[in-house]
């Protein structure tokens, strides 16, 4: 017998063995997917409508995670951080390209309309899908546009350390009266109406934490945005 | 026919297995490939599996996004807690990226190198 019929008939077998496998596999899977299992959900979503607002994945990402949240957002400073040590030292190195006639005239009409829609995801994010993160995400994108279609411009500095700074202290600020006014951080001291549920001045803390959280996710994305282009040209 | 894949079993097969071959496609790419910004979007590709399995494992047909109109109407809605983890997974995912395709940048205009089989400064 030679090697090479040897081998097919080796791969025959083993495409037989692993199909085999695999179906058995599927079928183990279908008799034990566990199909109506008490789910982790139910209680905080009982939970939610007495001290919650209308989407409940914002109320699980600020309100009953808020300390997470925190720390999620120091963990996108240390990376912008160090996005900016990396990248920002050696500054006579900018864009070469200049861009086209097309891309100049539509971001001055696009610009506005993003920067509108990133604020209104900001500051719903409580009543309809999305959030902060979301909100500061497309304000970043609306920054992207303007540096990619005017190679001068250069968003300056101290704005984006003033915004950023102002965000994250006021964040730990409102974690500590919750602290002082009650034994919790982040306690609602707002202490939320039942009546309100819906309305877009509803829920406490929790829409005011979630644009501060907008703020410094928009201002850190700005800053990694920037960083990365001003620089990516030139290697 | 179709009414075979309407069942909550079927569904949770697919998806399980969806993201399993989605996963192994990103492992696939971060053993073969040798540039460094292709490691990082195979990495890329491996969370996005995670993802999919994260929110596609507990997914109900029958139910609405977790989104409420009256305070307490609480039965027919998707679990909210993997939405809520995945979202954080999504943004430390998205600075990890940024972070690590910087350090390429950087180590690219230092040494000119992009291939990680010739990364070899330290071993001397």
């Known amino acids: 017998m030679s090697i090479k019929r ?3 008939t080796l791969t025959l077998s083993g495409f037989t063995l692993s199909a085999l496998l695999i179906l058995s596999f599927i079928n183990i899977l279908l008799q034990n997917v566990a199909t109506n299992i008490e789910r982790a959900g139910d209680g905080l979503l009982k939970l939610n409508s007495s001290e919650g607002v209308a989407n409940v994945v914002t109320t699980v990402v600020v309100y009953f995670r808020g300390f997470d949240t925190l720390g ?3 963990v996108l400073f240390i990376a912008s951080l160090g996005v900016g040590l ?4 050696n500054t006579e190195c900018t864009i070469k390209v200049q861009s086209n006639f097309m891309l100049q005239s539509a971001s001055k009409l696009l610009f506005p309309i993003i920067i509108i829609f ?3 995801v900001m500051i719903y994010g409580h009543l309809s899908p999305g959030g902060g993160f979301q909100g500061g995400v497309l304000v970043a994108s609306a920054v992207l546009l303007l540096l990619i279609s005017n190679k001068d411009l250069e968003v300056p500095h101290a704005v984006i ?14 974690g500590l009266m919750g602290l002082l006014l009650s034994d919790v951080f982040l306690f609602n001291f707002l202490s939320p109406n039942i009546a309100d549920f819906g309305l877009l001045l509803s829920g406490g803390i929790i829409p005011i934490v979630y644009i501060i959280v907008g703020i ?9 945005v920037q960083n990365l282009l001003k620089r990516s040209d030139d290697v | 026919m179709f009414e075979f894949f309407n069942s909550p079993e079927v569904i949770n097969i697919i998806v399980i297995i969806g993201s399993m071959l989605l996963f192994f496609v990103g492992l696939f790419g971060l053993l073969t490939q040798k540039h460094i910004i292709k ?10 599996a995670v993802y999919l399995f994260f929110i596609g494992s507990l997914f109900k047909l029958d139910a609405i ?3 409420m109109k009256v305070a307490d109407d609480t039965s027919k809605f998707n679990d909210p807690i993997p939405h809520a983890m995945i979202l954080t997974a999504i943004v430390i995912a998205m600075a990890v990226f940024a972070l690590g395709v910087s350090f390429a940048i950087e180590y690219y205009k230092l040494s000119g190198k992009t291939n990680i089989d010739t990364m070899n400064e330290m071993r001397h």
């Open chain 1, 86 to 89: 990396m990248l920002e030292r």
């Open chain 1, 118 to 120: 990133g604020l209104y």
């Open chain 1, 216 to 224: 410094k996710v928009g201002s850190e994305m700005g800053f990694i």
């Open chain 2, 39 to 48: 490691i990082f979007m195979s990495i890329a590709i491996m969370e996005t």
């Open chain 1, 6 to 8: 040897s081998l097919s």
């Open chain 1, 72 to 74: 999620e957002i120091a």
């Open chain 2, 65 to 67: 996004a977790p989104i």
């Open chain 1, 161 to 174: 350390s003033a915004l950023e700074t102002l965000a994250g202290v006021s964040y730990v600020l409102i």
